[in-house]
């Protein structure tokens, strides 16, 4: 998010917008709103839950998405957000194959991607090899064991071929495009894992320096962002 916000920044997080967890479980209160299209989430890492990231929604439950030389497509329509996203490396051509990019063999490149479509609870998802990768870990984080057998998908040991998705999910990316461990990379934002809304920084200094040296640290202070609405 380098550009729309700093390493440094501390930020009051709205965890009621979207409904409060109740501690310990995975339970959620009822919330005053919805997770919307630009919005900028922190969450809990998906591979790594003691991990708070935050980035921007680009893509909500049910959204088909498509990234075509860096401009994005919901549903079919051109979206920008934010006019800031930041490119600095060179542009992947379609056809690039990127092996770190979510999901596996797809063929997909942080540049050229998609389409894909953001799983809402109550979809029926045909399964296959082909789409294998696409939802094996997902399925595996809604609780179930999932494998490949002579060509058949066995979900709780059991021959399927379709499989009922449990919850929302939405698609998460950085303003810094090309500099962003995002859902392009490790998959879909599960509801469950949502913590809030980030809306304005409150204290911002230098990460860099060390409290060991309190004089250079609160030099370091940027009044400046202090109040700073984030969007």
Known sequence: ????????????????????????????????????????????????????YIKRCVAISGDTLEIEDRKIFINGEETVFPEHAQFLAELMPAGYVDQQVFPRFSGFNKDNYGPIR??????????????????????????????????????????????TIEQNYYFVMGDNRDNSLDSRFWGFLPERDMIGQALMVYWSWNPNISLLNPAEKLSSIRWQRTGLMVH
């Not at 997902?138 to 059991?158: F, M, P, R, T, Y």
């Open 1 to 52: 998010m380098e550009k729309t916000l700093l390493a440094g920044d501390f930020l009051f997080v709205n965890k009621y917008v979207y409904g409060a967890k109740v501690p310990f479980t995975d339970i959620r209160l009822p919330g005053i709103d919805t997770v919307e299209r630009g919005d900028i989430v922190v969450f809990k890492f998906p591979k790594d839950r003691s991990i708070n």
């Open 118 to 163: 953001v799983p809402r609870k109550g979809d029926i998802v045909t399964l296959n090899e082909k789409n294998f990768y696409l939802y094996a870990s997902l399925i595996s984080e809604e609780g179930h064991n999932i494998g490949v057998a002579g060509g058949v998908i066995l979900i709780d040991g059991q021959p399927a071929d379709t499989y």
